[in-house]
């Protein structure tokens, strides 16, 4: 049987905090057993998991989003695979839609700096 570490040991294992461990639980990211005394205790494996959901999380995908995709993981089929795809093509979509909304608000703020130092450059009274 794979041995069992505590909540403090997996975030020093894993550089989470302890609250995000929590919160992986909480979004059903994550999955604890309980001792006697109702501590948490992990498996082993699940130092492996948390390296995952940090990469998933480094994409940009949202704890909702890593839920969708956990399927293709934790039951691998051809379904769940395509399923999966599906979903990261979608955020994907919606990560590029953000890019440019951001270089267009970009835009639109260096016109306000450069009309300010134009301003600033302008003689006075003129």
């Not at 979509?93 to 909304?101: C, S």
Request: proline content about 3%.
């Amino acid at each position: 049987m794979e041995s069992t570490i505590r909540i403090g040991e997996l975030a020093s294992r894993t550089g989470v905090s302890v609250r995000s461990l929590r919160y992986y639980e909480e979004q059903g990211l994550l999955t604890s057993l309980r001792s006697p005394s109702g501590h948490r205790r992990y498996l082993e494996s699940q130092v492996e998991r948390i390296d995952f959901l940090q990469r998933l999380f480094s994409a940009g995908l949202s704890s909702r989003t890593i839920v969708d995709l956990l399927p293709c993981v934790d039951s691998p089929s051809d379904d769940a695979s395509e399923a999966a795809l599906e979903r990261m093509l979608q955020e994907r979509d919606r990560l590029d839609q953000h890019i440019e909304d951001l270089t267009s608000t970009r835009g639109v703020l260096n016109g306000l700096i450069d009309a300010n130092r134009r301003q600033r450059m302008a003689p006075a009274g003129a």
